[in-house]
Nanobody
Framework: QVQLVESGGGLVQTGGSLRLSCAVSIRAFSTLAMGWFRQAPGKEREFVAG???????VYADSVKGRFAITRDNAKNMVYLQMNSLKPEDTAVYYC??????????????WGQGTQVTVSS
């Protein structure tokens, strides 16, 4: 049984910050890469950031330098610190375990997501 619970979203002004959290229930969490993905209205879900089992990170170009993904293997948690937010970051954000070493390719498990809205 895989469970993913995202939290921490909200409404923020342009330039603001949010920290998203994802509680993960999955076997062998510490051996899996994890990814954050987002889906804006009318758009396909897209990769945002990924983290390997040993915390090597990778980012989409659109968020590089503004977002930071981290993980706590002892707590089965993944985080996404989002700074300098822009209106185009508005989306529902999801975390997901990955089938590749850097978290880019989801295994297809999803939680309910957390809404992030950035006002201009």
């Amino acid at each position: 049984q895989v469970q993913l619970v995202e939290s921490g979203g909200g409404l923020v002004q342009t330039g603001g910050s949010l920290r998203l959290s994802c509680a993960v229930s999955i076997r062998a969490f510490s051996t899996l890469a994890m990814g954050w993905f987002r889906q804006a209205p009318g758009k396909e879900r897209e990769f945002v950031a990924g983290i390997s089992y040993n915390s090597v990170t990778v980012y989409a170009d659109s968020v590089k330098g503004r977002f930071a993904i981290t993980r706590d293997n002892a707590k089965n948690m993944v985080y996404l610190q989002m700074n300098s937010l822009k209106p185009e970051d508005t989306a529902v954000y999801y975390c997901s375990p990955a089938g590749d070493p850097m978290g880019r390719r989801t295994l297809g498990y999803w939680g309910q997501g957390t809404q992030v809205t950035v006002s201009s």
